[in-house]
């Protein structure tokens, strides 16, 4: 036991690591975004233009659970910010779930000219939009101003419709009349 012990220790002090170092793994989203857009039966919301310091940190899309959609963060601060939208129903059991039990408030935020329902949590504060389509959850650990800089910076998109099956070259064609 001594000897592994003893290997352990020399292993240790052999491999190089960087105490340092950034944990976080910045993630590319940019295919995993256009997969949902072309998949999600709603446009799919992603920020553009945010300001300095935001990264990316993880990326979903699960088409068969509600066609939900993630999208996560760390803001400038260091604070957890994330996209969340799904078709699925009840929206307001659907927001709970993803923002670990918040509870709706009677606070709302303008943003865009659409008004966003507050909601507040033991773990996450949110802003909700809730359309006949898609729910749509901007959550996180950081400041309400950080979830609303989000939520201004969201664009919402559908992807680009697969083209109908062109006629194969043996398929008759109309007869012109």
Excluded: C
Excluded at 5 to 31: C, F, K, M, S, W
């Amino acid at each position: 036991m001594a000897v592994i012990g003893i290997v352990v220790a020399g292993i240790y002090t052999l491999v190089p690591h960087d105490e340092n170092a950034d944990p976080v793994q910045e993630q590319d989203y940019r295919v995993e975004l256009l997969t949902a857009r072309r998949a999600a039966p709603y446009p799919v919301a992603a920020p553009v233009g945010l300001g300095e310091g935001w990264r990316a940190t993880s990326v979903t899309f699960d088409g068969a659970d509600g066609h939900a959609w993630h999208l996560g963060f760390l803001d400038p601060d260091r604070q957890y910010v994330a996209v969340e939208q799904s078709t699925a129903r009840p929206d307001e059991k659907y927001v709970r779930e993803v923002t670990r039990q918040a509870r709706r408030t009677e606070r709302t935020e303008q943003v865009d000219g659409e008004t966003w329902q507050y909601w507040e949590g033991p773990k996450y504060d949110a802003l909700v939009l809730a359309s006949d389509e898609v729910t749509t959850v901007v959550m996180g650990t950081a400041a309400t101003g950080r979830l609303v800089e989000m939520a201004e910076a969201l664009v919402a998109e559908r992807g680009p419709s697969p083209s109908p099956a062109s006629p194969s070259p043996a398929s008759p064609s109309p007869a012109a009349g």
